[in-house]
C-alpha cells in the first residue's frame, strides 16, 4: 500500500491568502521527503524537499514543516497567486524510488 | 529546451496491439525513471536504469511490460498486447547522478505520454 498520503483532495482559496496542504506518512523510517506540482498535461515538478534532521524548510513563497512525531509534513504557499493551481503531491524518497500520495488539487480564486 | 521529452504525447491502441512510447532525458543524465500514473491518482514507480542498466524492474505490473535503454540515453517503454487497464499516463524522469549516493539527486520529470486502451 502507500507509504504517503494526503488528507484532503481538494483545496479552494482566496488568491493572496495563504495556502496550507498536509500529508501523513505511515513509514518512521522514512528520511526524505518531496513536494511536486503537476499542471494540467505537464510532468510533476520539484518545489522543495526536506529531510529527516530538519522541522522546517524554507524557499520561495513556500514552507515545508515536518513533524516526525505524528509523521506529518505540511506545504504552506504565501500568498497564493492563480498559477498556483495545481495539483500538489508529497513524495517519498527512498534512496531513487518516490512513492507518491494521491494528491491535493488546488484551486485559486480571483 | 533542455527538459526531458517524451513521445507520442498521446496513443490509442486497441486492446491486444503493443505500443512504444520514448523518452529522451536530459542530456548527460545519468539515471532515468519510468512511472505510471492512472488517472486522479499519484505517479508509480515502474522501473530504473543507471545508465544502460536496469537496476531496478519491479514496479512493471506484468511481463507485458519491458524497458530498455541500450545506449545509455534514450529509453522506450514497451507494453505488449495492451489492456484496458493499461490506460493511464506514463511519465519518464531523468537525474544527474546515480541512486545510492550520499544526497538523492532531483528527478526532472517529462510531460508524460497519455495512453488510451479501447
Known amino acids: 500500500g502507500e507509504s504517503v498520503g494526503l488528507h484532503l483532495p481538494t483545496l479552494s482559496v482566496q488568491e493572496g491568502d495563504n495556502s496550507i496542504i498536509n500529508c501523513a506518512y505511515s513509514?518512521?523510517?522514512?528520511?526524505?521527503f518531496i513536494w511536486y506540482k503537476q499542471e494540467s498535461g505537464k510532468g510533476p515538478q520539484f518545489i522543495i524537499d526536506?529531510?529527516?534532521?530538519?522541522d522546517k524548510r524554507q524557499g520561495q513563497r513556500v514552507t515545508v514543516l515536518l513533524n516526525k512525531t505524528v509523521k506529518h509534513l505540511s506545504l504552506q504557499i504565501a500568498a497564493t497567486q492563480p498559477g498556483d493551481s495545481a495539483v500538489y503531491f508529497c513524495?517519498?524518497?527512498?534512496?531513487?524510488?518516490?512513492?507518491f500520495g494521491a494528491g491535493t488539487t488546488v484551486t485559486v480564486r480571483a | 529546451g533542455a527538459g526531458v521529452s517524451q513521445s507520442p504525447r498521446y496513443k490509442v491502441a486497441k486492446r491486444g496491439q503493443d505500443v512504444a512510447l520514448r523518452c529522451d532525458p536530459i542530456s548527460g543524465h545519468v539515471s532515468l525513471f519510468w512511472y505510471q500514473q492512472a488517472l486522479g491518482q499519484g505517479p508509480e514507480f515502474l522501473t530504473y536504469f543507471q545508465n544502460e542498466a536496469q537496476l531496478d524492474k519491479s514496479g512493471l505490473p506484468s511481463d507485458r511490460f519491458f524497458a530498455e535503454r541500450p545506449e545509455g540515453s534514450v529509453s522506450t517503454l514497451k507494453i505488449q498486447r495492451t489492456q484496458q487497464e493499461d490506460s493511464a499516463v506514463y511519465l519518464c524522469?531523468?537525474?544527474?547522478?546515480?541512486?545510492?549516493?550520499?544526497?538523492?539527486?532531483?528527478?526532472?520529470f517529462g510531460p508524460g505520454t497519455r495512453l488510451t486502451v479501447l
Open positions: 513509514n518512521s523510517a522514512s528520511d526524505y
Open positions: 513524495a517519498e524518497n527512498n534512496d531513487y524510488k518516490l512513492s
Open positions: 524522469a531523468s537525474s544527474s547522478t546515480a541512486a545510492g549516493g550520499v544526497r538523492s539527486n532531483e528527478q526532472f
Open positions: 526536506i529531510r529527516s534532521n530538519m
